[in-house]
């Protein structure tokens, strides 16, 4: 990943699709039809999340290897230390290592469900900094290591009043920077939709000796419930005015819809503009949202897109 970055250099826009282990074999058999659509679109790279806890062990792998090997695009795998010895750890790194995958997101990960705080357990790591140091130790630089960062501070750091304190901000830079020199590569970051917060971060980033690429993690709002439940999950900050777009439209899904394309083009539109060249995508496992968001932007041709597209319709429902 790490290197196909690079190859774009200043000019090209890099971008990259995220999907999720879906919980039916019909999904899955569905998710593999769209991935093929999304990845003719010639993205850098795919990744494919690890379910809390490890809950999608499994699946995860094995679509990794799918899409490396069918799919036949460059492709992540998310990890996370949660539930974790060593050795499955190992398992799970050597099993893509010999399937060709070169690419993990080494994650601390969430505490599974039922749980509201992250364990170590006997034999595991504790944090992504651990789990990147036992990457690089135990296979070189086989690896391009990615790892999260966060722009609004880790949640865990975010009080009641929805902020981090600027200590604890800084805190979690600091220890951003550990995973980067411990052989971090790349930085794929939390959603947001305050792109000056987005901004910041990389600014303070920098200022503090990071000079990876920090990817900013784009999710369109498909859904009104759906995007409350995860900003408040992630305890992300909405700008009022993307509260006022949506409260008349919340319960009308199409105008929802053709809102998130409008506001991921306008994201994206900014932080390109400020010499950013790479944009992730959380697809939630659709492909209408992202693929006009990269169309909008005149990232991918418009003839390879079906025609029954929502931006298609009239967007003057929402008001911006
Ligand atoms: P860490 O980098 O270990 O950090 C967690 C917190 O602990 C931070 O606040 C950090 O500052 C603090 N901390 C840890 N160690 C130290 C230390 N030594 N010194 C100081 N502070 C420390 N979850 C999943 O379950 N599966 C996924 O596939 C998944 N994919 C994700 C992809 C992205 C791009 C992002 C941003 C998140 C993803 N998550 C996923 C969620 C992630 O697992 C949670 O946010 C988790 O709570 C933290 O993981 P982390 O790797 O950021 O943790």
Known sequence: VIEK???AGEEKVVFSFEF???KTEDAVDNLFERMERMVAHNPA???????AGGSTADLTLDIANRMQNMICVESMMHLTCTNMPVEKIDHALQTIKVNGLQNVLALRGDPPKGQDKFVQIQGGF?????LVKHIRAQYGDYFGITVAGYPEAHPDAIGENGLATLEAYHKDLVYLKQKVDAGADVIITQLFYDTDIYLKFVNDCRQI???CPIVPGIMPINNYKGFIRMTGFCKTKIPTEIMAALEPIKDNEEAVKAYGIHLGTEMCKKILAHGIKTVHLYTLNMEKSALAILMNLGLIEETKISRSLPWRRPTNVFRV
């Open 45 to 51: 790279f795919c990744d494919i999340t690890w379910g």
């Open 209 to 211: 000796g990071i000079t």
């Open 20 to 22: 999720f282990p879906p």
């Open 126 to 130: 504790a944090c992504a900094l651990d």
């Open 5 to 7: 970055i690079r190859e």
